[in-house]
Structures are given as C-alpha cells and as structure tokens.
C-alpha cells in the first residue's frame, strides 16, 4: 500500500491566490521530506528539502518566499504556492526518505493548474 | 552538460520483448543508483535499488551499473503492455538528494 499520501490531489485556483498542498508519510515517521515540480514530458525538479523543526532549504533558483513549506511534524509537511501565477502549474510531488536514507518514496502528486 | 542523461524516446516495442533502458553520468561521486516507474498522471514508484557497481535481479527487472563507464541500464524480460510507462533514472551521493534523468517513455504494444 501507499507509505506517502498527498492532498489534494487536483487543484484548479485563480490566478493571485495561495494554494496549500499536504504531504503526509503514513507508515513511518520522516524527519525530512523532498518537495519536486514536474512540468509536462520533463524529469523531476528538486525544489526544496523540507525539515522538521528547522527551515526548509530551497534549491537555486526557487523562491522561498513564493513556495512556503511547512514541516510541522515528523509526518506532514506542507507547501504553500501563494500568489499562484499560469507559469506555476505543474505537477508538484512530495517524497520521503526511506530506509538506509538514499532510497526515497513518492507520493502520488498534485496537479496544479492557475487560471 | 546535465549530470545525468538520458534518452527520451519515445521507445515502442513489441510484448514480450526483452527492453534496455540505459543512462549515463558525470558525477564519479555517485554510490546509489535507482530505477523509478511512472505511469501518466501518478508519482514515481521505486523498481531498482543498487548500491555501487554490480547488478541486481527482481522478476522480469534487472539492473546493471557500471561506475568505471558511469553507465547504469535496466533491463525488463518478457515486457508486458502493464510496463508502458515514463521510467526515471535517479542517483546520490548520500545526503538524501538524488538527480534524476530525462525519463524514456516506453510503450509495450500487445
């Protein structure tokens, strides 16, 4: 069965509004979790490493304060999108580490479309 | 040059044929190699584990790295219409992080 869930799992908004995504571990607690963009026929994108108790660290080129995250306990984190534009839809995905921490486990994704 | 690459396709083959799927890399500080499944619309499943160079079987799936060559592939026997889908590459260097691949969407067809 799933180990990651996400929620929701579409969302459609208006284009100047903020967008929470939840990523949650289900079987196992995580002290940190990956949050990835995926545009259409494209490979993943590392966006940022969310971590429990601390801040989250952006990869180059992603705005912090555009895509909040939220680690807000050892099995959720969230992803905040505020003041979505058309240029942020994507398919955004969570993943957490697993076992001997190099492995990590996807959840099934967020299709984001700004209007 | 990407760190890590591989060829998009798209790649059709007949069922029950045997499939390679290959990527190469830059990066000699890569130790831990991964094979992902993604089918449209849904997140990477992990297929493939490997740990340095060496290969490792499970079922119809077998992968392969070669680190002297940076070059891992993976093969799939008896390919099935169910195996259609995108399959990602991925490796790290320990720290968690991994760099994905392109991606090669491959289609069985019955």
């Known amino acids: 069965g799933a180990v990651v869930s996400q929620h929701p799992s579409w969302v459609i908004c208006k284009s100047g509004t903020s967008v929470k995504i939840e990523c949650r571990s289900l079987?196992?607690?995580?002290?940190?979790m990956f949050w990835y963009r995926q545009f259409p026929k494209q490979s993943l994108m590392l966006m940022a490493t969310?971590?429990?108790?601390?801040?989250?660290?952006?990869e180059q080129g992603v705005e912090k304060d555009k895509f909040l995250i939220n680690h807000a306990s050892l099995t959720l984190s969230t992803l905040t999108v505020t003041s979505a534009h058309p240029e942020d839809s994507s398919f955004y995905i969570c993943?957490?580490?697993?076992?001997?921490?190099?492995?990590?486990?996807f959840g099934p994704g967020t299709r984001l479309l700004v209007l | 040059q990407k760190e890590v690459e591989q060829d998009p396709g798209p790649l059709s083959v007949p069922e029950g044929a045997i499939v390679s799927l290959n990527c190469t890399y830059s990066?000699?500080?890569?130790?831990?190699f991964m094979w992902y499944r993604q089918y449209s619309r849904k997140g990477p499943e992990l297929l493939m584990y490997?740990?340095?160079?060496g290969n490792k079987e499970d079922g119809r799936f077998t992968a392969q790295v070669d680190k002297s060559s940076k070059y891992i592939s993976l093969f799939i026997r008896d390919s099935q219409p169910s195996d259609s889908a995108t399959y990602l590459c991925?490796?790290?260097?320990?720290?968690?992080?991994?760099?994905f691949g392109q991606g090669t969407r491959l289609t069985i067809n019955p």
């Open positions: 993943s957490v580490p697993r076992g001997s921490q190099e492995t990590q486990y």
């Open positions: 079987d196992f607690q995580a002290t940190t």
């Open positions: 969310s971590n429990e108790g601390s801040k989250a660290t952006y």
């Open positions: 990066n000699s500080a890569f130790q831990y």
């Open positions: 490997t740990y340095s160079s």
């Open positions: 991925a490796m790290g260097r320990g720290a968690q992080k991994l760099v």
